[in-house]
């Protein structure tokens, strides 16, 4: 089973800069998450969709970052413009909807901003 | 959802049980108990959750206490590759159930 793509994996942008990230899912998974992780801390949520509806985005910093979910598939997240504050891992998961399901991460990308 | 506690780390000797402690002393009938680990520059992987019962699957065992306050991940033969920072998580049962993740307890395992 295929299990969930990321890209880039890694990325340097200068501040001000816009960047992108790319996330597929396991095919079937109607559940979608971003999250940011900083170095030494946990993953902390920035949005949460169900098919191509957000859910949840209370933790996403809306006058830069956004994200979307077209047809309910594919992902993308855009930071414009980057702080250096955004320099941190960001991992894509996705599962089955429902508290009983077991959510499946990739590999995250890892962004340095300078 | 309810929130977790957990110690900050803990080591355990190759080949002996890694007992890994979690309170969730505010958790609600309808909230399950997860648990995910993270080795180093890797995506969180899960490793197992329940309700009520304990729950046993390959990698590992998790036990609720009767009034699930608390529970204790066991994983029975510790390795080096088991190094990593373990995530206890009370997550409430539902379509739009968040999955929200506290500090973790790093793990070392030592030869």
Known sequence: ?114 | DAKTTQPPSMDCAEGRAANLPCNHSTISGNEYVYWYRQIHSQGPQYIIHGLKNNETNEMASLIITEDRKSSTLILPHATLRDTAVYYCIVRVAGANSKLTFGKGITLSVRP
């Open chain 1, 1 to 114: 089973e295929a299990g969930v793509a990321q890209s880039p994996r890694y990325k340097i942008i200068e501040k001000r800069q816009s960047v992108a990230f790319w996330c597929n899912p396991i095919s079937g998974h109607a559940t979608l998450y971003w999250y940011q992780q900083i170095l030494g801390q946990g993953p902390k949520l920035l949005i949460q969709f169900q098919n191509n509806g957000v859910v949840d985005d209370s933790q996403l910093p809306k006058d830069r970052f956004s994200a979307e979910r077209l047809k309910g598939v594919d992902s993308t997240l855009k930071i414009q413009p980057a702080k250096l504050e955004d320099s941190a891992v960001y991992l894509c998961a996705s599962s089955f909807p429902g508290g009983s399901t077991e959510a499946f991460f990739g590999q995250g990308t890892r962004l340095t901003v300078v």
